[in-house]
């Protein structure tokens, strides 16, 4: 059975989005609402998957939704941004039974962490000493290193 052209890109546009996910980075997950942009398509609810989970970054996302007016799946790749416990982001998928490719738009709850805190600034270093001195005698403060003597 051929494929058609939309769906070979939404399969195409998936594979490249899960080949180049960076290999550091901690994905994570997200549930929400969603609304796809079309006839009959609407409203709908969104589970998805994030290739990173630091707040305040935009990355990249994979999902599937279930659409209430079309009572159909649509898997979609997009990206979103993701705050501090949120997402919200655009993206572009494939509504399973007519094969149409549509735009939506999903927000909901997202697992995030917070970056990583900078380094702490090191303790300033020991103040240097002023040149040891020993107590003054009859002829004056004298240097301990160097053994010489000021007169006062």
Same mark, same amino acid.
């Given at each position: 059975m @051929?494929h058609?052209?939309?769906?070979?890109l939404?399969?195409?546009? +998936?594979?490249?989005?899960? $080949? @180049? %996910?960076? #290999?550091?980075?901690? &994905? !994570?997950?997200? #549930?929400g609402? $969603? *609304?796809v *942009?079309?006839?009959?398509?609407?409203?709908g609810?969104?589970?998805k998957?994030f290739s990173?989970?630091?707040?305040?970054?935009? =990355?990249?996302?994979?999902g599937?939704?279930?659409? *209430?007016?079309?009572?159909?799946w649509?898997?979609?790749? /997009?990206?979103?941004?993701?705050?501090?416990?949120?997402?919200?982001?655009?993206?572009? +998928?494939? =509504?399973? +039974?007519?094969?149409q490719? %549509?735009? /939506?738009?999903?927000?909901?709850w997202?697992?995030t962490?917070?970056? &990583?805190?900078a380094?702490?600034?090191p303790?300033? +270093?020991?103040?240097?000493?002023?040149?040891? $001195?020993?107590?003054p !005698?009859?002829?004056? $403060?004298?240097?301990? *290193? !160097?053994?010489?003597?000021?007169?006062?």
């Open positions: @051929a058609p052209p939309n769906c070979r939404v399969l195409a546009a +998936g594979l490249a989005l899960a $080949t @180049a %996910s960076p #290999v550091a980075a901690d &994905p !994570t997950f997200g #549930v609402l $969603t *609304f *942009f079309g006839d009959g398509n609407g409203p609810l969104t589970v998957v990173d989970d630091e707040e305040d970054s935009v =990355v990249a996302s994979l599937i939704d279930y659409l *209430f007016q079309a009572n159909r649509r898997p979609n790749i /997009g990206v979103a941004y993701l705050g501090e416990g949120w997402y919200i982001g655009p993206d572009l +998928g494939l =509504v399973l +039974g007519d094969d490719a %549509s735009v /939506g738009i999903s927000a909901g997202a697992d962490e917070a970056p &990583p805190a380094a702490p600034a303790p300033p +270093g020991p103040t240097p000493n002023p040149t040891p $001195t020993t107590p !005698t009859d002829e004056g $403060t004298c240097d301990r *290193f !160097t053994e010489d003597c000021y007169a006062e």
